[in-house]
């Protein structure tokens, strides 16, 4: 059973998994997936095609799945596909894919995003990796596994 603040907004389309925490003043969307064991602390949004593996952590002031910042970005179903076991620290922000390439943005396993990290459309962040405070991906960067 999910614990969810009631000063929280979570639309019933969302599918949230098993023993997930919302805290305070989060936003969730429609067509967000938000898988087992996920604890989000106060005010993160989660946010249009979202699918987020088990076991994540969400500090407050994550923004997940906002539109891409590209200017050709026309309004489609792009998305963001999260692994499991990553914690993305105060004030991250993931952008989901423009419409190029695959139209993905990516985060695998176990990965440690630190506070103001900024993950751009079409990324994807690999595994085992840690972006450090403030690091800002622009679109189409690809960071492989163990990288720092």
């Known amino acids: 059973m999910s614990n969810i603040s009631p000063l929280s907004v979570v639309d019933p389309r969302a599918a949230i998994g098993r023993d997930v925490t919302i805290g305070p003043f989060c936003l969730i969307g429609p067509h967000v997936v938000i898988g087992d064991d996920c604890i989000l602390d106060s005010h993160v949004q989660l946010t249009g095609h979202t699918t987020i593996g088990s076991g994540n952590r969400f500090w407050p002031n994550v ?27 105060e004030g991250v922000t993931v952008n989901r894919g ?51």
């Open 63 to 89: 923004v997940i799945g906002a539109e891409p910042q590209d200017k050709d970005y026309t309004g489609s179903g792009t998305t963001v596909v999260i692994g499991n076991n990553n914690q993305l620290r």
């Open 98 to 148: 423009a419409d190029k390439e695959d139209g993905c943005t990516r985060i695998g396993d176990r990965n440690l995003l630190m506070s103001n990290a900024h993950v751009a459309h079409n990324c994807h962040v690999h595994n085992d990796t840690i972006l450090v405070n403030g690091v800002l991906l622009g679109g189409h960067v690809h960071v492989r596994d163990r990288a720092i």
